[in-house]
DNA sequence: CTCACAATATGAAACGTTACATATTCTGTA
DNA sequence: TACAGAATATGTAACGTTTCATATTGTGAG
């Protein structure tokens, strides 16, 4: 007996079977087929080990069931969440998940969009920096937390919204001298509008309204400084401080700790993302919460849609306040 | 003229250049060619955009240069690093990842397998709990931190040295009242031999080491109680906890504070992982820190070694000790 | 018992590559 | 000038599918 040294292909089940390729074809992509027919081929495949070369299919169809995940940093809690939540909405619709890390760099980017397209992918999501990102408009594109323009659906958290609750939050906490802080990229980003939200509270009540936005090319030590420089006879310059993320938010508790001040005693810090403790589930902080799943699920839900003829070019999801210790709730 | 609705394939390509098609891909595989040839086919290439379909070289050749990562939950900053450090050494050899995630659910580990076979991966890097894992021996295979048998390659730290390790230190810091934590599915893995070693140091010398191993399902109650059991008169039967792992040390912790325990003053703790801060970048505890890199980088190595012939089957990475805040230094 | 028609099985062509056997060109020597 | 042999270009046959036109079978009516 002749040892196969290769994986069983179409044309030896039909063999095995005693009935023609193309039927065997029909049974693995459920076309009609008499029902011996069907019967014989399932137990021809079953006895051979036989599975369907994904690479001829793919080949012959052009569709590959196979997205692509380019993010900068899967170790950041907030992107591998949102990396757990693509592949497992991708992979309850029976698509696989090609990761693609691009460590902040907009070239690396591009060529990810490259090298993924030659893969024939059927889309991909994308979470990128890059301002001028080359997207081909034949390849399904979803950008998430990121707009681009009207003709690349980008799905994101409400994040000038999520700026008006911190806002809110914190005039009900009792606060009259806010904060906004910021630290990143120079690329101005959809989180630009979390600082513009909270402002906005406090113009539209004639309230005057601190914001600083550094570059995180600088490090902490500029926001450590500016901190230090608003102390003014053991009280700080500000009663309640918004963080531009989760991340600085712990930062600036600890700067003000160091200070001796005491949080939320004498200042209230809210962040944004609601990223938890990967031990005790904890917040880190107060803070605005992102949906990180439904962010990944929606973001499956545009790029597989059947008709994306007229997908919405933007959409917003919405965010909640969740005190953590930072607040006085 | 007509407009091109599909990508251009090699063919478009020979004709524009007004070479064969053999030559085509010659140019794109890097085999010798004329120099006024290879310029001719790169023009033409460029101005039609083409792209190799990696489908078709898929089915010819039968290498797809892409390989699978199955992981029980990214989420886990452990993971994350995990996949991270295996995406970019895969990507650094011109291999793309193909990610699956499992939730620790041995039927969806063999289904993944299962999967990502049809897709015709180059070989599978996977970090699985089902203990019976029916793996394909024609397909190249890795192991992280789980050891199947001697014809499957398995990376891990060293767990055994990681347990001699804390024990060391901790009697170099004055423990003389050990215990081993751990908690866990009750599936054997590597991370028992943390406890092995923990507890070989002090039989070698004649010293008494307590150790308990819970299992995940109970949840932590049963530790606390566990541990508020064995104070006595304000003081903790132990002055030197090795837990299995940061998560259950930082636990641990909480609890022996609550007990009203200063750490590290009244007892010390070691984890193990080495889990940093998202934010600080500061170790959670004091801990015996895995080498996720080279962990991750060993495993590409060893699947995408030329000679798979005689690989070992074992490897063992060290491990180093961090202090953390849990121990006196 | 035929015949027409629906239902369904069949087999060949095509998808875009690579690899190999064959054809062509070029170089240097007799 | 002619020719051998090296070097390199050509074109065709796979790779394992799907798809479509064609062939076959089965059914019911006349």
């Given at each position: 007996m002749k040892q196969r040294d290769s994986a069983p292909t179409m044309k030896d089940v039909a063999r095995e079977a005693g009935v023609a390729l193309g039927t065997v074809s029909k049974v693995f992509n459920d076309i009609p087929v008499g029902e011996d027919y069907r019967k014989r081929v399932e137990e021809a495949a079953r006895r051979l080990g036989y599975q369907v070369n994904s690479y001829a299919r793919g080949l012959k169809t052009n569709r590959t069931c196979s997205a692509a995940l380019i993010l900068p940093d899967i170790t950041h809690p907030f992107f591998s969440a949102l990396a757990q939540g693509v592949c497992s909405a991708l992979a309850a619709r029976g698509y696989r998940t090609i990761l693609s890390i691009t460590a902040y760099d907009p070239e690396a980017e591009q060529k990810c969009i490259q090298m993924v397209r030659q893969n024939k992918v059927d889309g991909i999501i994308g979470l990128t920096y890059n301002p001028e990102l080359d997207i081909d408009p034949r390849l399904p594109y979803v950008s998430i937390d990121r707009y681009f323009s009207p003709s690349v659906p980008c799905v994101a958290s409400d994040n000038f919204g999520g700026g008006q609750l911190a806002a809110e939050k914190l005039l009900e906490l009792g606060c009259t001298r806010p904060l906004f802080l910021r630290i990143g990229s120079k690329v101005p980003g959809e989180s630009d509008k979390r600082g513009d939200g909270f402002e906005s509270v406090f113009r539209q009540r004639g309230m005057a309204c601190a914001a600083l936005r550094f570059n995180d090319e600088d490090g902490l030590e500029p926001i450590r400084d500016f901190l230090a420089g608003h102390m003014d006879g053991g009280r700080l310059d500000f009663d309640g401080i918004f963080c531009v993320n989760d991340a600085l938010a712990v930062r600036v508790r600890d700067f003000l700790e160091e200070l001796g001040l005491r949080v939320p005693e004498d200042a209230q810090i809210i962040g944004f993302d609601g990223l938890r403790h990967f031990?005790?589930?904890?917040?880190?902080?107060s803070t605005i919460v992102q949906p990180v799943d439904r962010l990944a699920e929606t973001s499956v839900d545009m790029l597989l849609r059947e008709d994306r003829s007229n997908l919405p070019s933007l959409v917003c999801l919405p965010v909640t306040y969740v005190p953590g210790g930072t607040t006085k709730e």
């Open positions: 031990a005790t589930g904890n917040l880190y902080c």
